[in-house]
């Protein structure tokens, strides 16, 4: 396991470090989303009630679109001086490559996401009415299932033709259950109107069937010639 | 192979061909959904397919990532295709089939929401295999496939307690709690408010809008029956209510119509004829129909019954009327309550599941007593036929009755009439032997005077300036009633007539004087309150009498001589007399006889006085 932690843990800071100085994709999905924010207040009226319907859904759409944004650089900056080329003929476990990249796209995406919750706060005038805690598993899971499914259909994606575009129409449709956890428990704890429990029950085992799913047939993928 | 796709193509064709005539054609056509549901024949089997298909393309997936078989990736290859292409099937022909059965094109369901998700994964795996590269292609898209499968059954979860959580509000009438139903059934959770003019949903003993459409009716009645009254005329209300009669019931109850048509019961026109007919032998000229649109078309059955009876009908169709309009108090409240029950079940089934549960079961229970409500509300309506036959009944032994009361006072007021004539006669008959006595008694006497008095001295009047031998009693008297035969009962028998008049009667005004007609001797001069009254009776020659009766005083007395043109007495009323005249008898030989040929003419001109019928008579 050792080499695994050390390889993941290597990959990992190399990335980091990679966003902390060019901040390309950090900054992208920022305005990215800061445009989604504005654009859907003049779509829907951020009247408090309804807003509080209906946050749940402008967040993690918001979020989502963001994340394909990150995404789709994953791997795209690994192909540039044959890196992952270089990755395949190394005696490095495909799996811990997989692992740092998921956990790289699960920061920035978290901080993204930190970052924007507030400005969310102000413009849709939102108030937590139910137990406010409960987001931060909900977000932590839900962010967990689009990045690991994220990262992975990124290297599925990457030696299509048009890759940008392929990442959406292979994430969106798999990532149905998760949103649609996502949205309602976010819905539910923001509006107080019952109970949160099966959602986040249902993003832990969105997680972890898909988590399972990915490690194993990553090195399939990533070996595809 | 190749060649062989050729007759497969064929074969195709003719078992589609085959399999859209079965369809179309040969299966019989659903009940309650209608032609719409041969769609079924397409929709399921394509459904089974797909998924079959999309089986197929997992299993042929792990398969080739197992052992690299380019054989296994061509399969999932074209399971993923002509699976794609029976998904589409199913998905266009769903909304197809939902629109007309539950009123939408589309839900949110478990099925159809998986479904659909499937598809769009099948989509993007088909996708996927045009846009990479050949050489990966195979790999990519078989590890696609297994996200895919995973994917399915956290999709079909997720959706299924998404629903749960969000019942949905089905406020309506029959189509609507049918639409419900179909939803139900796929897992969606609904809440049902009854809520129909019509109140035709079982289980409830009024829906919201009902009264408020029974109100409209009897309105209108009320301003028809105006109408119907004034014009005589008969009116066939048609109202709504689907194939059940509860607004024609209800109305017709509350607006008093004579006559309700209902399709739950079975009413011959014929028998709606005759109750109007026999209403208007009684003088109802006016009758108000109250029928269910159910029932038939009011044109058809205004013209029926016009045929029948003959009378003026006419047809008012509310229709929408009854549907609109600012509702009654009482249906505010029924919305009221209902909505704050749908509202705390909504609540309830997002709660918790076990409350679903329990309230799953206690509709169950609810809808095995709708079953019995429905036997009630059918026995409802045969206890109303019952009633109404009653009515039926009662008013046709009313009737009978009526009938024969007519008769037996008919017959009553024929032997009444009878026996006051039977009296009358009789009393005529006493009162005729009276006076037919009292006048007898008095020519008994002239005759008893004759035989020991002799009259031959005295001379007859031949010899008078006349050749006639009388002169007129009363010269300036008309004649009241002549000698002869008489409709006057009072007059007696002789001989073979019933009424005779033995004499004829002069009218001069009460008091004036009465002469003799001719010379002679007064026989009798006498008094009976009954008969000629007060007379006298003057024996003249040749067997010749002559009386004079109803005279208010005689002025000679028995024996005395008088000549012709003497007076013998003044005018009166006495005796059997309706006013004042002279009865002026002859008798020859004690028989009566017409005096007219003893007397001038020219003098007192007959003269029959009709309206006064027996004045100055007797």
Known sequence: MKPVRSITLATLTKDIRLEWRSKDALNAMLFFSLLVVVIFSFSFDPNAEESRQIAGGLVWVAFLFSAVVALNQTWARELRNQVLDAYRVSPAPANSLFIAKALGNFLLVSLLEAVMAPLFTIFYNLRVLGSGWQLIPVAALGTWALVVNGTFFAAVSLRTRSREIMLPLLLFPISIPAIQSMVEATRIILTGDGSARFWIVLLVTYDVVFTTACLALFETVLQAE | ?618
């Open chain 2, 1 to 618: 192979m190749k060649r062989l796709f050729p007759i497969f193509a064929v074969l195709t064709a003719l078992l589609l061909a085959y399999a859209l005539y079965q369809a179309l054609v040969v299966a019989p056509t659903e009940r309650t959904m209608g032609d719409v549901q041969r769609i079924f024949y397409y929709h399921v089997p394509s459904a089974w397919t797909a998924f079959l298909l999309f089986f197929v393309n997992l299993v042929a997936s792990v398969v080739y990532l197992v052992w690299r078989n380019p054989k296994a990736d061509a399969l999932a290859v074209v399971a993923a295709e002509v699976g794609v292409v029976f998904c589409t099937v199913v998905l266009v022909t769903g909304p197809i089939w939902a629109r007309p059965v539950w009123g939408i094109w589309w839900t949110w369901d478990v099925r159809l929401t998986t479904t659909l998700v499937l598809w769009l994964i099948y989509v993007s795996y088909l996708v996927l295999r045009r846009f990479s590269d050949s050489s990966q292609t195979p790999k990519l898209a078989a590890v696609l496939a297994i996200f895919g499968a995973l994917d399915v059954p956290l999709v079909y979860f997720s959706i299924w307690f998404f629903r749960t959580q969000h019942p949905q509000p089905v406020i309506g009438g029959g189509g609507s709690a049918l639409g419900a139903m179909g939803l139900d059934s796929l897992g969606v959770p609904v809440v049902t408010v009854p809520s129909t003019v019509d109140n035709d949903l079982l289980g409830t003993d009024v829906t919201i809008g009902h009264m408020s459409a029974v109100d409209t009716v009897v309105q209108n009645v009320n301003r028809v029956r105006d109408t119907a009254t004034s014009h005589e005329r008969i009116f066939v209300i048609e109202t709504m209510g689907r194939d059940t009669g509860h607004i024609a019931l209800d109305a017709g109850l509350a607006s008093g119509a004579e006559s309700i048509l209902v399709p739950e019961i079975e009413v011959p026109l014929e028998d709606v004829s005759r109750r109007i007919l026999r209403a208007h032998a009684r003088g109802k000229s006016h009758s108000i129909i109250m029928m269910a649109e159910g029932y038939g078309h009011g044109f058809d059955v205004a013209r029926q019954i016009q045929e029948q009876t003959e009378l003026e009908t006419r047809v008012i169709v509310l229709g929408h009327l009854q549907r609109g309009g600012s509702p009654l108090a009482s249906d505010r409240i029924i919305a009221s309550r209902l909505g704050a029950r749908a509202a705390e079940l909504k609540s309830l089934m997002a709660q918790d599941l076990q409350g679903v549960q329990d309230e799953r079961v206690k509709a169950q229970k609810a809808r095995e007593e709708q079953i019995k409500e429905r036997q009630k509300l059918d026995s409802e309506l045969a206890q109303l036929r019952d009633l109404q036959a009653q009515q039926q009944q009662s008013v046709d032994d009313l009737q009978t009755k009526i009938y024969q009361t007519q008769t037996e006072m008919a017959l009553l007021s024929r032997q009444s009439a009878q026996l006051a004539q039977a009296v009358t006669d009789m009393l005529q008959k006493q009162q005729d032997a009276i006076i037919a006595a009292a006048m007898q008694a008095v020519w008994t006497q002239v005759q008893l005077w004759s035989q020991s008095n002799n009259v031959g001295t005295i001379p007859a009047s031949a010899g008078h300036s006349t050749k006639y031998r009388f002169i007129w009693p009363e010269p300036q008297a008309n004649i009241s009633q002549p000698f002869g035969p008489s409709k006057y009962w009072f007059e007696p028998a002789y001989g073979s007539y019933p009424h005779f008049h033995t004499g004829i009667d002069l009218v001069e005004p009460f008091g004036s004087p009465v002469y003799a007609a001719d010379d002679g001797i007064v026989a009798l001069v006498g008094s009976s309150s009954s008969g000629y009254g007060n007379y006298v009776v003057i024996a003249h020659s040749g067997g010749l009498d002559t009386l004079y009766g109803h005279l208010s005083t005689a002025v000679v007395k028995v024996g005395d001589r008088v000549s012709q043109g003497q007076p013998v007495g003044l005018e009166g009323s006495s005796g059997n007399s309706t006013g004042a005249h002279l009865h002026f008898e002859l008798r020859i030989n004690q028989k009566p006889v017409d005096p007219s040929p003893y007397l001038p003419p020219g003098a007192p001109a007959p003269q029959i006085d009709e309206a006064g019928g027996s004045r100055f008579i007797l």
